[in-house]
């Protein structure tokens, strides 16, 4: 049984149902199961039943052998004086490469009508949707690929999770500081980094820090259901971590420890005093998800809080990309700003502030 949030936008309706399914182990078990031991009855359940039956004639093997799905009526598969006692019974499944769906229904006419028509309109929707949205490239989400590296594996929880920085994944963390915690911490890998992202597609579109965080909530709550967490985020992490922990505390949970090392809250600022001080930059597009991120200062936690900001400015070569020397220009102008402007995206209840002996880009080596 999953709870299945609704979503007036269809690309996070549709992620957060495949994130949510995926997290499930081994698939899950069956209501019945769940019946069965006392955890539930049937009678807590809506009259509707939805069974997705699968492509049904997908299976090479049988094809091999002469096997294969015929379309023709195999006449009726209960006797029709059996009463059913669902209000609504539909049943999918692939068939010769169709989407085939039948729906059958104890509402009045009218009812039956209306829901039929709504069914085939969101279905449709989803459909034209997902054509759109996988061309070009598609959007690609954390369950696709590797999603992250338990570090210090332990029969405990899990203690820390790590976000990983805008340039890198849970590789960052796994020969600098997560060997060095005695507990077991969860080190995620990069979605935005591992997604293709040309100008005009839907993922370059789509992907900001909160529509990320609602990805690795899901399987941070795999990972560990329930609180206390602590949160480590450095760079673009740190904003991740950020938007996680938002979500986690609006949804109950307790987060008991973020760390920051180096963030990068109120970047468009930062990068608006670039632009003024080198001109040379003005044709540069800027970094969308930092530069578009929505600070919400308002937003306050009783989690404790360490920050660490950099001790020494990052080295800007003139050999590197015009994109990286701006990057670099950009970091090392919170050098001189207040705990990294951590004002401007959120009140914290308690906080400690460390200067660091590295850059934003040394300090893992130190």
Known sequence: MVALKNDTDLSTLIIQSKETLRAIPDKGLGFSELVRRGEFSFSQLPK??????????SNSDARDQGIRMLNAHSGDASSKDNQDEMALIVNAEVRQMKLQVSIASQLDETQ????????DAALRAVVSHSITAANPQGIKTLSDIEIGVLVNEADAPIEWFFFPPGGGGAESYLQSIAPKISAPCYCFNN?????????????????QFQTLALQYAIHLKKLKPSGPYRIFGWSFGATLALEVAKLLQNEGGTVEHLVFVDPCFDYAAMHDEVFALHPEFSHLEPDRINYHYQNDPAFSSTAKVTLFSAGCAVEVAQSDSLELQLSSHIINRYLDKNQNLIEEAMQPSQVQVFTMKGSHNSWVKT
Do not use: C, H, M, R
């Not at 509707?48 to 004639?57: E, R």
């Open 48 to 57: 509707v039943s939805f069974n997705y039956l699968g492509q049904l004639d």
């Open 112 to 119: 039956t009508t209306a829901f039929i028509e709504q069914f």
């Open 191 to 207: 979605i935005y980094a591992a997604q293709e992202k040309p100008k005009g597609s839907l993922a370059y579109d789509y992907y």
